[in-house]
């Protein structure tokens, strides 16, 4: 098609007209063949350079997918690396207390042991961002907590959790487990007739 144009440019011959010459041209709102066939090779070169931008910017585009893939694949296979470093002391801390827990008989100290390795896990996931949720006493919050049971309790005021059988927790506001708990009610008083 360019070709063509070309050629009907250089003749003159475009559809219903009559073939330029160089000594036609040259009023107002007329080109010259040398003119036409100069604008022509600057629009083709224009043309040129609008695809290799274009190739150039698909590429990229390319690139950029092929690499955010890869980088969250990355995340999702070292994204607890950070909570893992942070677990390791721990996991060091009980292998201590287990083999002194073989070689002595003073169960006190291995307790002690044993808390302190507690604390040092509850530090952990604080600072991973996850929160116990507090129930025992606390008015029941279907949000957070898991009634398991009913109970009567004269020590404890209607829908007030009276105990709980496992702990709860948030993961940066957002509930993680719920935490499992029986539920007060009031008795029902009973009119004697």
Avoid: W
């Avoid at 010259?32 to 629009?43: F, G, M, W, Y």
């Amino acid at each position: 098609m360019v070709k063509k144009a070309k050629k009907d440019i250089v003749e003159g011959t475009s559809e219903g007209q009559e073939p330029l010459t160089g000594g036609q041209a040259g009023g107002d709102g007329e080109y010259k063949i040398e003119d036409l066939i100069q604008k022509l090779h600057e629009k083709e070169k224009e043309a040129a350079d609008n695809y290799d931008r274009y190739m150039r910017a698909a590429a990229d585009l390319e690139n950029y997918k092929k690499r955010a893939n890869r980088e969250k694949a990355d995340c999702i296979k070292y994204g607890q690396e950070n909570l893992i470093k942070d677990i390791l002391p721990m996991v060091d801390s009980l292998g201590r207390a287990m083999e002194h827990a073989c070689n002595s008989n003073d169960f006190e100290a291995f307790r002690e042991g044993l808390k302190l390795v507690q604390n040092q896990l509850n530090c952990c996931l604080e600072k991973h961002g996850v929160e116990k949720i507090e129930a025992t006493g606390r008015d029941f919050d279907p949000n957070v907590h898991e009634a398991m049971l009913q109970v009567e309790s004269p020590e404890h005021g209607n829908n007030q959790v009276v105990e709980e059988f496992e702990k709860g927790y948030l993961l940066n506001g957002r509930l993680l487990r719920p935490a499992k708990v029986s539920v007060c009610r009031c008795p029902v008083k009973q009119d004697a007739q």
